[in-house]
């Protein structure tokens, strides 16, 4: 049984990822981050799907990026709402990178997912990234995953010796939303037991307008199904 | 005044590398780690260095490694003495990687540094890897390096608008372990002040037996000083 590395952060994307890689018969670890994330409910949603997929192991890592501020999911400045989610308005390379961009997440969650492959011995990584039907964050693109790859097996003793490679895995990164939400579906995923808000209310119930919930809507719609999570 | 992230662990090196960096003019925000390992006491070194240096600021970030195990620096496994430190003895492409290796410690230091180089805008980030006196780490090596900054300027917001770019800086990289100490010591860096002990005593004082302890007195012999900090 080949051992995968999983970020699970108990949203739509990781949470198909989840079902995916669990199907294919991998023994998943799973590892989700508390870093500080207005939207911590995504935390047990993560705890609950990790136990339902029978991960092998779940990890919680805190580390606490709101000391770096300059982003609207760690600090005070508000979150967007009802912006234009559709494709070239937020193009990373024309500078529509928007303030929900948490500075070097993916970087700082694929080095901790590393630093537990290596020790487990687990060759392959798997993050929920995409690049068709998301926010414009750089740490998505195809470009920065493949040099990651690179840089992981160059930093790595298992990249070293030559034995094995690191593989950073991402079977969602070209899909459309509603190609994700029907490949889930198709897995019999529970998209009501995910959370995708950036900005839920103190019950955990979604806004409905950031970005990742319009993201998510017309995924839905799309895919010609409605969406079974609750909205404000 | 140009800004710099520089990761200050309060050994030799990292020292060696503020006095260098602060001489040459530049702002300094340092980093240091709180990452579960036995020898701590380098965390106190490096709040006293930061301060004698005059650093603008100094964050300590909290991240448990030990979550991980597989290293002798962070969890029960003990730190070998007296090992043949020399050269070719750990090459890690020979498959000379010791025990005390972290995994994927310094990329997962190098992604908090981008993280918080990208929020102040600071477009240096400088790390005191060597690659000729050293454990034989693979994340010290300069192709990986290289790789890392390759990475860093696809996952961030300021590599991707083109304006700047990210710089992972390594000054200390090709030279001596007495080349380093005698740079420090023409900026008159006090070496009593800092520490590289792996397996300190409860006090905090050097063993004299680690592979750091090794290198650091092979180190002040071959400059023709003695090391002016204590030994147990």
Redesign the interface.
Known sequence: MARAVLLLSGGLDSTTLLALVTDAGYEVHAMTFRYGQRHAGEIEAARSLAAAYGAREH?I?????R????SALTSEIGVPKDRDVSGSAHD??K?G?PIT????????F???A???A??LEAWEIFIGVNALDYSGY??C?P??IA??E???N????S???GTDGIHIRTPLIDLTKAQIIRRGLDLGVDYGLTRSCYDPDSNGVACGHCDACQLRLRGFAEAGISDPAPYI
Chains 1, 2 share one sequence.
């Open positions: 990890v890592v805190d580390i606490d990026l000391i770096f501020g300059g990373p390379a500078g990178v961009y948490v500075p070097a997440r993916n970087t700082i694929l080095a901790f590393l630093a537990w290596e020790v750089p740490d693109r470009e920065y040099a990651f690179r840089m992981a160059l930093a790595t003793r990249g070293v010796d």
